[in-house]
């Protein structure tokens, strides 16, 4: 039969928009997390970080929202550009699994000139 | 810095056959990972070792797989005997440790086994 592969979910974004890319984590006990971005062809790249005693960590254009409530990552990109498009993963630690990262599904974000 | 290295870039082997990965982590991390991707499972972990010693390997799909990791410069994943659905992107991945986190990964090695 035919395999079914992961349906990622895909932003399409104006240049020069805002983006918002979210993420729910699976485990209430983590207590880091990252953002990657992946190229095609590229392997992961570290984008920006938060622990799990902050709601909100900025970097150069992209903020990082954490809602421990409801167990909710959010990154946000501003003023997309086309070097943005990439697939986007959320990744969390549990605090007693060393320092072992699970990564979550992904999203592509493509942004249209 | 050259970051983690893996080798080879892409392979193709035929079922049956032994497969190789390698990959040398950034001088001075303590963490090394190996991770599998493909479009069906996404980005698995497959075996993480701490100072050279593999820590969990709960990842490991099969007997078929074994990796090693002789010291702090290089480490190998091997498949033996390789399989049709062995075919992904292998990442190793390396990082400080002790609590610092964030993984530095290779650009990765894609695997075709026809």
């Known amino acids: 039969g035919e395999s079914v592969g992961l349906h990622l979910p895909t932003l399409s974004v104006q240049e020069g928009d805002n983006s918002i890319i979210n993420c729910a984590y699976s485990n209430s006990a983590s207590d880091y997390f990252i953002w990657y971005k992946q190229e095609s062809g590229k392997g992961p790249q570290f984008i920006i970080d938060?622990?799990?005693?902050?709601d909100k960590r900025q970097g150069q254009r992209v903020t990082v929202l954490l809602n421990k409530t409801v167990k909710h990552l959010s990154l946000q990109i501003a003023a997309t550009q086309p070097g943005d498009s990439a697939v986007y993963f959320c990744?969390?630690?549990?605090?007693?699994?060393?320092?072992?990262?699970?990564f979550g599904g992904g999203t592509r974000l493509m942004v249209k000139p | 810095d050259a970051g983690v290295i893996q080798s080879p870039r892409h392979e193709v082997t035929e079922m049956g056959q032994e497969v190789t990965l390698r990959c040398k982590p950034i001088?001075?991390?303590?963490?090394l990972f190996w991770y599998r991707q493909t479009m069906m499972r996404g980005l698995e972990l497959l075996i993480y070792?701490?100072?050279?010693?593999?820590?969990?390997d709960s990842g490991m799909p099969e007997d078929r797989f074994s990796a090693k990791m002789p010291n702090a410069s290089f480490s190998t994943l091997k498949i033996q005997p390789s399989e049709p659905r062995d075919s992904a992107v292998y990442f190793c991945?390396?990082?400080?440790?002790?609590?610092?986190?964030?993984?530095?990964f290779g650009q990765g090695t894609r695997l075709t086994v026809v």
């Open positions: 991945a390396s990082s400080l440790g002790d609590r610092t986190i964030e993984a530095f």
């Open positions: 938060i622990r799990s005693n902050m």
């Open positions: 990744a969390e630690n549990l605090y007693n699994a060393g320092n072992m990262l699970t």
């Open positions: 070792f701490n100072n050279n010693v593999p820590i969990d």
């Open positions: 001088s001075g991390h303590n963490s």
